[in-house]
């Protein structure tokens, strides 16, 4: 029973809860985040102590780390060596805190984010103006609690004379809650500490005429007031940091940029290994080396240009694709009245200033009592000299010194600090001149004892011996800005040509969907022979296009893909293009009607989309230029079961043929069709009856004379002049163009508009193929059915039509260059 009485039968969860609650807060309370009145973590504080006890100052010689860590370990902090000599070496780090408190010999890191030698390795101590965050720790300025094992005294605060939070900022992690303060300028600080004392309602606008902003110790610029503003005023808020680059002139007529500023916390190494990862793999253009020079005399990374290149191009991307710029959010968090609070800057300004009243009244308090105390003694040694054989006689009549003591108390009325003070008084001491030094001594104590009276009596005083503290320290430590502020966040914008190398190449796409581009040498080498296909596709488009152009791909089911030329996969000529859904998601049953290539989005230029039930579209070009690539996007809407025939780019001004299956051709003009949105559903087109479709939609221009090239299922096929039809109106029925057979009538499988070089090529449902000359059929009227060109008994019925794809350059009349 006894040993069962040892154990407690808890729930889990409540033993859990109640040891993470206090690992948490121990932790956000002893680790992790700063004190808001002297800025430091825990085992900062400690360190800076205990080189303080250890006389390890900025005017004595440096000291073995080891040493130190070991004394910060064995007194006060009984954690691992590593947490405790990290966070030293944090401390020494000019690239980290602005005003750095240790100073260090040896490695003690990099801005590459190289480790620090070992700690048997480098020496410390403190540095001059840790001196002042230590200042009158003796006076009883601050609470002191017993260390771990009860055998010393650390302090719970340092008199921190100098408001080191927002001077060299914070940043940490604990349980729910993180901190990250970033540094400011020590004269900016104060100035706003001394504003605050004189005007405690001063708001953040106001502080600001003072404390512009953070000012990191390795400079770069800021931008965007409002963030920092934002951040004052709410202790969160987000500011662009970039670091400073500068365009330079080389000779020959090409550029560098040169970086001799990075922002704050970023790994230089990093940052320049990525920059030449986007050289290598081509993701910016323009780069021909990246050199990091960095030496003794300052950082330095030159980003070297190709002749020609756009520096101010590259730079922006870099700013944007690198951390050359990065985001920094304040999160400013700190202890305070033991709680972690998230504090504006009038706050924390108001914790700085309520701790130094603190700690100025105890060093007064403290000044007080010791000049009283000595200013007893003195006026004891004055009597005492002034009746001096007398007291000699006492003294040598006396057993020992506590008689002594005992027989001046009762005969002169000495007091026993003043009977002390006598008896242990060298024998040198009593010359005459000392009377006259004691009187001094004692002036000049009446004058501070009522001087330190008035100053704790009033604290219109005690305020005037905290700013002048200030003004004294701001002119021993202050330094210039190293961070410049831009009121506004600059948008950046990268042209394409910085991204992409302007290369034309070829760019093929396949009815079923294969495409690539090509390098043109790969496709002179191949003489454009032995295309790779699969069994079954053709070619649809065959272009000559540069990386910089677009082409849009247009589906049956009314969508279409927005394929940058520079993203499309790059392949040999003779090797199969890349499937359309390994680029963007199609769906099962979707193919590629048509493929057009834009190099700009123009005003006047717009699409024209032909459907299988008639229906006719047309959208201004402009309104598909997409900003996102990654999956198909809406180009029509379509009812039930439609399908999407053809599609055109066109002026605007063009003429429209559009045919059914059942052989009816319509002509009018593109006027006809008022253009509409992107996911609009369009017009009629065409007037269709029972079981008939449209099966071809084309466009000419007005002045152009095509022939209209007619193929059966039946493997009939039949040219015909334009002047053979009449031009009507919008969603008429059209003209008849084939003889009506009561057996078996031949049904349209497709309609081109040719012109004399073309050729067709048909193919059957037995995949057998052949390839006509258009101009090899003379023209015919609307009565005949043409010519039978395949025994559709032996190949099968004509499932496709096409026109052969002719290698063309799409832009070639914009091309200022060309004929």
Same mark, same amino acid.
């Given at each position: 029973?006894?040993?069962?009485?040892?154990?407690?039968?808890?729930?889990?969860?409540?033993?859990?809860?109640?040891?993470?609650?206090?690992?948490?807060?121990?932790?956000?309370?002893?680790?992790?985040?700063?004190?808001?009145?002297?800025?430091?973590?825990?085992?900062?504080?400690?360190?800076?102590?205990?080189?303080?006890?250890?006389?390890?100052?900025?005017?004595?010689?440096?000291?073995?780390?080891?040493?130190?860590?070991?004394?910060?370990?064995?007194?006060?902090?009984?954690?691992?060596?590593?947490?405790?000599?990290?966070?030293?070496?944090?401390?020494?780090?000019?690239?980290?805190?602005?005003?750095?408190?240790?100073?260090?010999?040896?490695?003690?890191?990099?801005?590459?984010?190289?480790?620090?030698?070992?700690?048997?390795?480098?020496?410390?101590?403190?540095?001059?103006?840790?001196?002042?965050?230590?200042?009158?720790?003796?006076?009883?300025?601050?609470?002191?609690?017993?260390?771990?094992?009860?055998?010393?005294?650390?302090?719970?605060?340092?008199?921190?004379?100098?408001?080191?939070?927002?001077?060299?900022?914070?940043?940490?992690?604990?349980?729910?809650?993180?901190?990250?303060?970033?540094?400011?300028?020590?004269?900016?600080?104060?100035?706003?500490?001394?504003?605050?004392?004189?005007?405690?309602?001063?708001?953040?606008?106001?502080?600001?005429?003072?404390?512009?902003?953070?000012?990191?110790?390795?400079?770069?610029?800021?931008?965007?007031?409002?963030?920092?503003?934002?951040?004052?005023?709410?202790?969160?808020?987000?500011?662009?940091?970039?670091?400073?680059?500068?365009?330079?002139?080389?000779?020959?007529?090409?550029?560098?940029? &040169?970086?001799?500023?990075?922002?704050?916390?970023?790994?230089?190494?990093?940052?320049?290994?990525?920059?030449?990862?986007?050289?290598?793999?081509?993701?910016?253009?323009?780069?021909?080396?990246?050199?990091?020079?960095?030496?003794?005399?300052?950082?330095?990374?030159?980003?070297?240009?190709?002749?020609?290149?756009?520096?101010?191009?590259?730079?922006?991307?870099?700013?944007?694709?690198?951390?050359?710029?990065?985001?920094?959010?304040?999160?400013?968090?700190?202890?305070?009245?033991?709680?972690?609070?998230?504090?504006?800057?009038?706050?924390?300004?108001?914790?700085?200033?309520?701790?130094?009243?603190?700690?100025?009244?105890?060093?007064?308090?403290?000044?007080?009592?010791?000049?009283?105390?000595?200013?007893?003694?003195?006026?004891?040694?004055?009597?005492?000299?002034?009746?001096?054989?007398?007291?000699?006689?006492?003294?040598?009549?006396?057993?020992?010194?506590?008689?002594?003591?005992?027989?001046?108390?009762?005969?002169?009325?000495?007091?026993?600090?003043?009977?002390?003070?006598?008896?242990?008084?060298?024998?040198?001491?009593?010359?005459?001149?000392?009377?006259?030094?004691?009187?001094?001594?004692?002036?000049?104590?009446?004058?501070?004892?009522?001087?330190?009276?008035?100053?704790?009596?009033?604290?219109?005083?005690?305020?005037? &011996?905290?700013?002048?503290?200030?003004?004294?320290?701001?002119?021993?430590?202050?330094?210039?800005?190293?961070?410049?502020?831009?009121?506004?966040?600059?948008?950046?914008?990268?042209?394409?040509? &910085?991204?992409?190398?302007?290369?034309?190449?070829?760019?093929?796409?396949?009815?079923?969907?294969?495409?690539?581009?090509?390098?043109?040498?790969?496709?002179?080498?191949?003489?454009?022979?032995?295309?790779?296909?699969?069994?079954?596709?053709?070619?649809?488009?065959?272009?000559?296009?540069?990386?910089?152009?677009?082409?849009?791909?247009?589906?049956?089911?009314?969508?279409?893909?927005?394929?940058?030329?520079?993203?499309?996969?790059?392949?040999?000529?003779?090797?199969?293009?890349?499937?359309?859904?390994?680029?963007?998601?199609?769906?099962?049953?979707?193919?590629?009607?048509?493929?057009?290539?834009?190099?700009?989005?123009?005003?006047?230029?717009?699409?024209?989309?032909?459907?299988?039930?008639?229906?006719?579209?047309?959208?201004?070009?402009?309104?598909?230029?997409?900003?996102?690539?990654?999956?198909?996007?809406?180009?029509?809407?379509?009812?039930?079961?439609?399908?999407?025939?053809?599609?055109?780019? /066109?002026?605007?001004?063009?003429?429209?043929?559009?045919?059914?299956?059942?052989?009816?051709?319509?002509?009018?003009?593109?006027?006809?069709?008022?253009?509409?949105?992107?996911?609009?559903?369009?017009?009629?087109?065409?007037?269709?009856?029972?079981?008939?479709?449209?099966?071809?939609?084309?466009?000419?221009?007005?002045?152009?004379?095509?022939?209209?090239?007619?193929? /059966?299922?039946?493997?009939?096929?039949?040219?015909?002049?334009?002047?053979?039809?009449?031009?009507?109106?919008?969603?008429?029925?059209?003209?008849?163009?084939?003889?009506?057979?009561?057996?078996?009538?031949?049904?349209?499988?497709?309609?081109?508009?040719?012109?004399?070089?073309?050729?067709?090529?048909?193919?059957?449902?037995?995949?057998?193929?052949?390839?006509?000359?258009?101009?090899?059929?003379?023209?015919?009227?609307?009565?005949?059915?043409?010519?039978?060109?395949?025994?559709?008994?032996?190949?099968?019925?004509?499932?496709?039509?096409?026109?052969?794809?002719?290698?063309?350059?799409?832009?070639?009349?914009?091309?200022?260059?060309?004929?």
């Amino acid at each position: 029973m006894a040993e069962a009485e040892k154990y407690l039968d808890l729930p889990l969860e409540e033993v859990l809860g109640d040891r993470f609650g206090r690992y948490s807060k121990y932790i956000i309370q002893e680790r992790a985040l700063p004190d808001a009145r002297d800025g430091l973590k825990p085992v900062q504080r400690r360190i800076l102590y205990a080189m303080h006890q250890e006389r390890n100052t900025h005017d004595k010689a440096y000291r073995k780390s080891a040493k130190t860590v070991g004394t910060v370990i064995g007194n006060y902090h009984p954690h691992g060596d590593s947490s405790v000599y990290e966070a030293m070496v944090r401390l020494s780090q000019t690239w980290k805190l602005r005003k750095p408190l240790v100073e260090m010999h040896g490695n003690n890191g990099s801005v590459d984010g190289d480790p620090p030698a070992a700690m048997r390795y480098t020496e410390a101590r403190l540095s001059a103006i840790s001196s002042e965050l230590l200042r009158d720790i003796e006076k009883e300025t601050v609470e002191f609690i017993p260390n771990f094992d009860d055998t010393i005294e650390e302090p719970t605060v340092l008199p921190a004379k100098f408001p080191n939070l927002l001077v060299n900022g914070s940043t940490g992690i604990s349980a729910g809650y993180a901190t990250e303060i970033p540094p400011h300028n020590l004269g900016e600080v104060i100035d706003a500490v001394i504003m605050k004392i004189d005007k405690p309602n001063a708001e953040v606008p106001e502080l600001m005429t003072k404390l512009k902003g953070p000012d990191f110790p390795t400079g770069g610029t800021i931008q965007g007031v409002e963030g920092i503003q934002k951040a004052y005023e709410n202790g969160k808020g987000k500011i662009v940091l970039r670091g400073r680059a500068e365009i330079q002139e080389l000779r020959g007529g090409r550029e560098q940029i &040169v970086i001799d500023e990075i922002p704050f916390e970023v790994n230089k190494a990093t940052m320049v290994k990525r920059m030449d990862e986007l050289r290598i793999d081509r993701k910016v253009e323009g780069i021909s080396e990246v050199r990091d020079e960095t030496d003794r005399t300052g950082l330095r990374v030159v980003i070297e240009l190709k002749k020609d290149a756009n520096s101010e191009g590259v730079l922006n991307y870099l700013y944007k694709h690198t951390d050359l710029q990065i985001s920094y959010s304040f999160n400013m968090v700190a202890i305070h009245d033991r709680t972690p609070t998230l504090l504006s800057l009038p706050t924390m300004l108001d914790a700085y200033i309520s701790h130094q009243k603190e700690v100025v009244t105890r060093q007064s308090v403290y000044d007080l009592n010791k000049a009283k105390r000595r200013a007893h003694i003195v006026e004891g040694l004055i009597k005492a000299i002034s009746i001096l054989d007398d007291v000699i006689a006492t003294i040598r009549g006396s057993k020992d010194k506590q008689d002594a003591k005992q027989q001046l108390m009762n005969q002169y009325s000495f007091t026993e600090a003043q009977a002390e003070a006598i008896v242990t008084l060298q024998l040198y001491r009593l010359t005459n001149t000392d009377i006259t030094a004691l009187e001094a001594e004692a002036e000049e104590l009446r004058k501070q004892i009522s001087y330190l009276e008035k100053l704790l009596a009033s604290e219109h005083e005690l305020m005037k &011996v905290i700013k002048s503290d200030l003004r004294s320290m701001k002119k021993q430590y202050s330094e210039d800005r190293r961070t410049k502020i831009e009121d506004e966040v600059q948008e950046l914008k990268v042209d394409l040509e &910085v991204t992409v190398a302007s290369e034309d190449v070829l760019v093929t796409v396949t009815k079923d969907g294969y495409l690539k581009r090509t390098s043109l040498r790969s496709y002179a080498a191949s003489n454009g022979a032995d295309f790779a296909l699969k069994d079954g596709d053709h070619l649809l488009r065959l272009l000559e296009m540069n990386t910089t152009d677009t082409i849009l791909l247009f589906t049956n089911l009314g969508k279409y893909l927005f394929l940058p030329v520079h993203k499309l996969p790059d392949i040999r000529w003779k090797d199969l293009g890349q499937y359309i859904s390994n680029i963007v998601q199609v769906e099962k049953d979707e193919h590629i009607v048509e493929a057009i290539p834009v190099r700009e989005f123009k005003e006047d230029q717009y699409l024209l989309f032909f459907t299988k039930n008639g229906m006719v579209k047309k959208s201004e070009l402009k309104l598909y230029q997409a900003q996102r690539h990654s999956k198909a996007l809406v180009a029509i809407n379509l009812k039930g079961n439609d399908e999407v025939v053809d599609v055109h780019v /066109t002026d605007g001004h063009s003429e429209i043929f559009i045919a059914s299956n059942k052989a009816y051709g319509l002509w009018y003009s593109e006027e006809e069709v008022n253009a509409v949105g992107q996911r609009a559903a369009g017009v009629k087109a065409i007037h269709l009856k029972e079981e008939e479709e449209v099966i071809s939609g084309q466009i000419f221009q007005k002045d152009e004379d095509p022939s209209v090239f007619l193929s /059966t299922h039946r493997a009939a096929v039949k040219r015909m002049r334009l002047k053979e039809f009449e031009k009507a109106s919008r969603a008429k029925r059209g003209v008849i163009m084939l003889r009506e057979l009561k057996n078996n009538p031949h049904r349209l499988i497709d309609v081109h508009l040719v012109h004399r070089d073309d050729q067709v090529i048909l193919k059957t449902e037995k995949e057998e193929s052949t390839t006509l000359n258009v101009m090899d059929y003379k023209a015919n009227d609307r009565y005949s059915n043409g010519s039978y060109v395949m025994d559709t008994d032996q190949n099968g019925k004509i499932s496709e039509a096409w026109v052969k794809p002719l290698y063309e350059n799409p832009f070639h009349s914009e091309d200022p260059d060309s004929d």
